[in-house]
């Protein structure tokens, strides 16, 4: 089963923060994330695994909370570069499924 | 390294022909998988493998196969095109699953079914 992302689509000015959340129904080992700009292929960004530490890549961080199967991507302070649709994949015990994405617009 | 290389980069088929997406990797990753993303929809898993020769099934399998002869290469093949299977097909490849590897991506190959 995909896991559920929301909100759909975000637009904010550059400088504002956004979260970007993701749940699943199914027992989860690690949530990732990922971000793709139009035309490429999906870059990771980062890994949380089960029983880990909130992450962060540059001014971009997230949490795990296991009980809740859910994941939630924190953008602070936002730069034109955080544009993209952003992925969160659920990883099980052998299959890695992907959201449907949010897409990010951050404008000047 | 190379990573995760894929061809064609883009193909145009016709409604029932068949044809293979190569995807190989050069990492010694066990683990390698095709998504396909269609507008809206993310990337939903079509088939997945953990080694050689140990394939199984994702989300969306129906009009696809694939085999893992070798550690390096995943094809998919289509075996009679319909205009639904037209598409971006991603393969991505990783250590292993299961246990929190990166998944790394080919570039795609852009798929359309006339």
């Known amino acids: 089963q995909q896991p559920v992302q929301s909100p759909q689509a975000v637009i904010l000015r550059e400088g504002e923060d956004a979260v970007i959340n993701c749940s699943s129904s199914?027992?989860?080992?690690?949530v990732h994330w990922y971000r793709q700009k139009h035309g490429e292929a999906p870059v990771f960004l980062m890994i949380?695994?089960?029983?880990?530490e909130q992450m962060r890549h540059e001014k971009i961080s997230a949490s795990f909370n296991e009980k809740k199967q859910q994941s939630s991507l924190y953008l602070t302070a936002s730069q034109l570069s955080y544009s993209g649709t952003y992925f969160c994949?659920?990883?099980?015990?052998?299959?890695?499924?992907f959201g449907a994405g949010t897409r990010l617009t951050v404008k000047p | 390294n190379a990573g995760v290389t894929q061809t064609p980069k883009f193909q145009v088929l016709k409604t029932g022909q068949s044809m293979t997406l190569q995807c190989a990797q050069d990492?010694?990753?066990?683990?390698m998988s095709w998504y396909r993303q269609d507008p809206g929809m993310g990337l939903r898993l079509i088939h997945y493998?953990?080694?050689?020769?140990?394939?199984d099934q994702g989300e969306v399998p129906n009009g696809y196969n694939v085999s893992r002869s070798t550690t390096e290469d995943f094809p998919l093949r289509l075996l009679s095109a319909a205009p639904s299977q037209t598409s971006v097909y991603f393969c991505?490849?990783?250590?292993?699953?299961?246990?929190?590897?990166?998944?790394?991506f080919g570039p795609g190959t852009r798929l359309l079914v006339l």
């Open positions: 991505a490849s990783s250590l292993t699953t299961g246990k929190g590897e990166t998944q790394y």
């Open positions: 199914k027992a989860l080992y690690s």
């Open positions: 949380l695994l089960k029983g880990g």
């Open positions: 994949g659920t990883e099980g015990n052998n299959d890695m499924r």
């Open positions: 990492m010694n990753h066990e683990y």
């Open positions: 493998s953990v080694g050689a020769g140990i394939t």
